[in-house]
């Protein structure tokens, strides 16, 4: 058997994981430990009622989390937001064959189970969050990969999604916006620290606003305009003005890459809908709804 097989037959249960805390981090184990829905690379379990315990099942998830468990206690200090942060680091071993780690939990309802009523504050909110975020990031910080570049050279997934799920009443509309994006100028100013993973399941809301935003795996130093896309796709109608003039640093170019690449998460929400319904692995049925939702928010600008 190879390392890949047996780590794929490796159920991760709520004994696993209090078994794991009892031989590396006994201090931990006394918490009740209870299963968290969702999550993508990671299945997380709940530890008592402010830690989490995350458990990586596919195989980037460990360079992610290391990645997570690196960076975030240095960006956490000048966020306006609570972030998730490392409190232990578990090593792989005979039982669970990756590293995994217990980050803090972060209160709250993640927004692809709840909703933003307070828009206008929530827009503030983003924005100071994203201010404070996108600051010149170091020469050691992540590197762009499937995030955090111009949109020119994300085209064959757009495409893959455009063809696979686009609504044919606007296909020709959002045609048109990604369009704008691949020809506006690229960021000309130094990389800054970009989270690029911002959509309903990776922030949290609390009293119609937002609380909290996780899972930071995609973080990377890149074009901001990558977050600022989270204008369309998390805040409600007639929300995105009052962000990007709370923002204050975003030019025309950015705002077109920024709707443009809000355009392709759309879609991307939409795919991953649709693979729900039809009962496919990874599959979210509750985000093709928030997908067309947050399309129809782009269109109109």
Known sequence: ?????????????????HELLREQHPDLA?????????GWGNQ????GDDLAVRMPRTEDAP???RKECRWLPVLAPRLPLPVPLPVRTG???VRFPKPWAVMSWVHGEPLDRSSISEGGHAADVLAGFLKALHVEAPPEAPPVADRGAHPKQYTDGFEQFFQAVVPGDVADEVRAVWDEAVAAPGWEGPPVWVHGDLHPANVVVSEGTLAGVIDFGDMCAGDPAWDLAAAWVLLPDGAARPFFDAYG???????RRARGLAALKCLFLLLMGQNGDRGLPGGKPAW???????????LRG
């Open 91 to 93: 090593e792989p071993s």
């Open 249 to 255: 640093q975003a030019d025309e170019g950015t705002v």
């Open 44 to 47: 997380m379990w709940r530890l």
């Open 63 to 65: 360079d992610l989390l």
């Open 1 to 17: 058997m190879t390392d890949s097989e047996a780590e794929a037959e490796t159920e991760i249960t709520a004994d696993l994981v």
């Open 30 to 38: 006394g918490p009740a430990v209870r299963e968290v829905a969702g």
């Open 288 to 298: 093709g709804p928030a997908g067309r939702a947050a399309l129809d928010r782009v």
